[in-house]
């Protein structure tokens, strides 16, 4: 027995690089018959998995119940027998109507003895406007520009191409004629307020030299960097200078008591007073309004009191100034310089 076990331990001594390659060949078999085993069972699963969302899937075509034709084949009938209605002197028919003042029943506009209850309408009640097409342009009005009293969308046309429609030249409170182009609503009717800021005073007041006979005073453009030299009279800027009120008041600077000049120089332009205090930023402010025309979509910037000048030779004669501007809700009047009317401007569609 002792023989044998020595005998064996030659054999693995002499062997045992051979025998551990024989060890890893098996486990490596093994390993691999694993991983084919467990990737068939994962396939089953995953095909089983498929099979189950394919039956929680409703069926592509399902089966429709019969349709009923009887509803269908009772409206072909009806189709070929109209209801008739009796002749009823109440039912509405088409035509302009009024309603009667006696028995509330509707009659022809044009028709002063009601047909119904036989009350006589006064002849001298105003005639009724006609408006077949209901474009709100009556049909007499219409016809005597060759226009089609039975088309509604020819109200939002514009023939003469002067930049307003067929309704806003007949909208006018001075009815223009729609196919020609020099007659035509008044163009501020054109004209929107984009946007309104204020913007500082240019002008400040910085000295006065006192030559005797007569003071000049100097005012400085903030904006401009410019000096201007204006006697009493004299205009800067479009602004005249109407009054001086010289002052001095003591002030405590560093503890010392010094006499500081606020003297007062006023300013006019359009009825406008504008008092500048010496050498202080004034407090008073202008407004810039920006205006879109509509016509060809150009746009203007003017201040308070400027004039707009439209561009193109078709509108070389027409000027509007800025009367009026109020910031806070936007508002805006403006004076047609030819006529010396006003009028006030919306703001733009956003």
């Known amino acids: 027995m ?95 109507r009024i309603t009667c003042e006696e028995c509330r029943w509707p009659k022809p506009y044009n028709v002063f003895l009601c047909p119904h209850c036989g009350f006589r309408t006064d002849t001298n009640m105003p005639k009724a406007i006609a408006d077949v097409d209901l474009d709100l342009m009556d049909d007499e009005w219409e016809k005597k520009y060759r226009l089609n009293p039975r088309d509604p969308e020819d109200a939002d046309r514009d023939p003469d191409d002067d930049g307003f429609t067929n309704l806003e030249e007949h909208n006018a409170a001075s009815q223009s004629n729609p196919i020609d182009a020099r007659s035509h609503p008044p163009l501020v009717a054109k004209f929107c307020v984009a946007g309104v800021r204020r913007i500082r005073f240019p002008l400040q007041f910085k000295a006065v030299n006192d030559y005797g006979i007569y003071k000049q005073f100097q005012l400085n453009h903030v904006k401009r960097r410019q000096t201007f030299l204006v006697k009493m009279g004299g205009t800067v800027s479009g602004y005249k200078v109407v009054a001086f009120e010289p002052k001095k008041v003591k002030r405590e600077q560093s503890g010392l008591l010094i006499e500081v000049d606020v003297s007062v120089l006023t300013l006019e332009k359009d009825g406008k007073r504008i008092e500048l205090v010496k050498d202080t930023e004034a407090e008073y402010f202008l407004h810039m309004a920006k205006i879109l025309f509509q016509i060809d979509g150009s746009r203007y910037s003017a201040q308070e009191g400027g004039v707009i000048d439209l561009k193109g030779p078709q509108y070389k004669s027409y000027r509007f100034r800025l009367k009026g501007v109020d910031s806070r809700d936007g508002s805006i009047v403006i004076e047609d310089l030819q006529t010396s009317e006003t009028f006030p401007l919306r703001r733009c569609a956003e």
């Not at 001594?13 to 018959?33: P, Q």
């Not at 069926?59 to 269908?72: E, H, I, S």
């Not at 072909?76 to 035509?95: K, S, Y």
Request: glycine letters at 8%; proline letters at 6%; aromatic letters at 10%.
């Open 2 to 96: 002792k023989g044998a076990l020595i005998f064996i331990g030659r054999i693995l001594v002499a062997h045992y690089d051979k025998l551990i390659a024989l060890f890893v060949v098996i486990a490596l078999g093994y390993s691999v018959a694993a991983c084919v085993v467990g990737m068939r069972a994962a396939e089953q699963r995953r095909g089983d998995f498929r099979q189950w969302l394919v039956s929680l899937e409703p069926p592509l075509y399902p089966t429709n119940d019969v349709v009923d034709l009887g509803p269908f084949n009772r409206a072909l009938v009806a189709l070929g027998d109209p209801v008739q209605i009796e002749d009823d002197a109440r039912v509405f028919t088409p035509g302009l």
